[in-house]
């Protein structure tokens, strides 16, 4: 069975600052990556994936993440925050052929003005 | 377009009590899945439809929890003798096929006294 691990559950980062979620994941078999962000009362919107192809991923909103194979990891980044990037996101996987999400508790994501 | 719509928003029962939520996905989305998400933690998978039957049940806590979907379209998951453990808020997400992004609904909140 798969799992996804989010070590931060909380980064305060200052407005136009670069920022790093982290996100480690393990599978016995192949899997796809998502990140997914969930902005205060609203639902979850998703932000990036990997299939397959090319390791770095660009998402909306200037997101972008990498695909680590050997260090099983699919950390998301952005080179400058903005005060409305204050949201919760959450590191999910599934493995190839079975459809349903494993989600990782999430990072609470404060930008600081 | 619409998107996924959950009704209702929230729902306070008494517990023992028997509740229905219902989740309406995107039109022609074949694939439908029910999480629930508890305070602080990411969405954990419950069900998985594929069309009109359920591909994957695996992750309903017990036999308390049903889901039904008899027309491939809304589905409708059901708790019997609700338990205040079973508060959380309840996540319906639809995708074009199985292997498509899942968009998720805003959720509905069940909250059992």
């Known amino acids: 069975a798969q799992s996804v691990t989010q070590l931060d559950s909380q980064v305060p980062v200052f407005e136009e600052a670069p920022v790093e979620l982290r996100c480690n994941y393990s599978s016995s078999v192949s899997v796809y990556l998502f990140w997914y962000v969930q902005y205060p009362n609203q639902g979850l919107q998703l932000l990036l994936k990997?299939?397959?192809?090319?390791?770095l991923v660009k998402g909306i909103n200037g997101f972008e993440a990498e695909f680590n194979k050997s260090q099983t990891s699919f950390h998301l980044r952005k080179p400058s925050v903005h005060i409305s990037d204050t949201a919760e996101y959450f590191c999910?996987?599934?493995?190839?052929?079975?459809?349903?999400?494993?989600f990782g508790t999430g990072t609470r994501l404060t930008i600081i003005p | 377009g619409a998107g996924v719509s959950q009704t209702p928003s929230n729902k306070v029962t008494e517990k023992g009590k028997y509740v229905e939520l219902r989740c309406d996905p995107i039109s022609g989305h074949t694939a439908l899945y029910w999480y629930r998400q508890s305070l602080g933690q990411g969405p954990e998978f419950l069900i998985y439809?594929?069309?009109?039957?359920?591909?994957?049940d695996s992750g309903l806590p017990n036999d308390r929890f049903f889901a039904v979907r008899p027309e491939g379209s809304v589905s409708t998951l059901k708790i019997q003798r609700t338990e205040r453990g079973d508060s959380a808020v309840y996540l319906c997400a639809s995708s074009l096929t199985r292997t498509n992004e899942q968009f998720f609904g805003p959720g509905t909140r069940l909250t059992v006294l």
């Open positions: 439809f594929q069309g009109t039957g359920a591909a994957d």
């Open positions: 990997y299939l397959s192809g090319s390791t």
């Open positions: 999910a996987v599934s493995e190839r052929g079975n459809e349903k999400l494993t």
